[in-house]
């Protein structure tokens, strides 16, 4: 993403709604973004909504008000110009939207978001089947971000907790060696705002592969939020909530998959 | 993608926060499934959801790409667009989500989805015990739950609790820890209600799963006891 010098006026409206920190004021009292930073996630461009003033005018009000030691302050959520301006990005840059943009769809799954169905399809798919359990692992939401590097160090350790990873996940198709946990070496200093690894186990693996997560998690520059799904009895409960209580888990939220699915008639 | 699993809260934060979406699997039951998910949402829009929206388009909340002097200075401003367009605007196959801010609207919403009989996964993410009471309440026997664990790793990189109940209730993240501060900010400094800055901030959750409702009611909570 980009900013049109000509254009903006420096309400610094964007450097509030960037999810990275990554755009700021700078010494020509005009928007900057640290391209370093940013991770493409377009929130700035498409979130703001756009007035298309002319930005000589907005300056001679803002000049003005001024004199008399009053601020023009835009709604929030505007940007009165439309300064933001998408530039073409190229690989390994690429990743940065994929991972970032919720709106645009991962090539690999076709799925936008973050381009996972971990087992709210699984009524339908059987992705996570009895005596399973299935593990997601969001790096760097919210507002934190995260490096591929973080992530490799993420899924080598679930590797070696002898997790499954899921095939249909966009993290795994940016794995070199997936039965290491190995992530392509181009991408890893690409900046993303988020990713989830998805991996599955047997049910007695749940304690080990846990602990695996919270040993890496503490050696991490990012947050990790984890998930654990499973499947339910005939009657509704499921046996990860005992494992999990038993481990010293606290938890109350979640998903719960109604079962309402049917597969496609063959 | 609905991504909304970690909403941070404890349980007496999170107990006016249901949401239900439906979701078809890809390659298998995705055909043909347009028509179901609008029935999904208008279904959904006789129980007065909060917010409800579509991965490719959006929330009720939106934000306006063509403001000029007129529309924003000089009449009030459409913060979006009505909740039946956001229902008749599903043109693909994704997920559809309705948000609800009690659990009798959401209860009352299972049995009429579970009686369309869609045959597409429809899944309730809030506090599990809620739901599993409503499943029973209805008759539906749950067939897969995922528990969220909640954050590990850098937390102190993350915000204040406040912020945090904000900026989560977009689960991809859109909504930035400064965007929820400056709102809660301009609130306790009376330059902005909890009405308009739930509104602004739900502009940017490109699924509709941000609940204004409870936004509202966490800018206040903010606004008189911080």
Known sequence: ?266 | MTNTLHRYGNPESLRDDYIVFAIPARGINDQGCVEKLRTFLRSALKYNPVNVGEGAKGGIFRPSKSLNLISTYLRPRKHGVAPQEVAEGVDGPGTVAAVFDNKESMERFLEEVKSLDLGISVNVSALVDDTREACRLVGICPHSVEYSLGFRGRTERLASRRVLELSTMCGHGMVSFRLAQKMIDQIKEGRQTPEKASTFMAKFCTCGVFNVSRARRLMEEARVSD
């Open chain 1, 1 to 266: 993403m980009l900013v049109d010098k000509a254009k903006c006026v420096g309400c610094a409206n964007c450097v509030s709604v960037c999810p990275m920190g990554a755009i700021h004021i700078g010494p020509d009292r005009k928007a900057e973004i640290n391209q370093d930073e940013c991770v493409e996630c377009y929130t700035c461009y498409r979130g703001l909504s756009t007035e298309h003033l002319p930005p000589f005018l907005v300056r001679s009000v803002r000049g003005v008000l001024r004199l008399f030691r009053l601020r023009f302050e835009p709604d929030p959520d505007v940007c009165p110009t439309a300064a933001l301006t998408p530039n073409e990005i190229t690989w390994p840059r690429l990743v940065r939207r994929a991972f970032s943009d919720p709106v645009v769809p991962h090539e690999s799954t076709g799925t936008k978001g973050r381009g996972t169905a971990e087992v709210k399809t699984n009524d339908v798919t059987g992705r996570v089947g009895p005596g399973q359990v299935g593990f997601v692992v969001e790096l760097g939401r919210p507002s934190v971000g995260a490096r591929f590097r973080e992530v490799d160090k993420v899924t080598h350790a679930l590797a070696d907790a002898g997790v499954t990873f899921e095939p249909n996940n966009p993290v795994t198709y940016l794995m070199s060696d997936v039965e290491a946990g190995q992530i392509r070496p181009d991408i890893l200093n690409e900046k993303i705002l988020s990713c989830i690894v998805e991996s599955k186990a047997p049910l007695e693996r749940v304690p080990a592969v846990l602990d695996a997560i919270e040993k890496v998690s503490k050696g991490l520059d990012t947050v990790v939020s984890v998930g654990v799904s499973s499947r339910c009895d005939s009657e509704g409960n499921d046996p990860l909530k005992k494992i999990l209580e038993d481990a010293g888990y606290t938890f109350y939220r979640g998903k719960v998959n109604l079962g309402l699915g049917k597969p496609a008639k063959a």
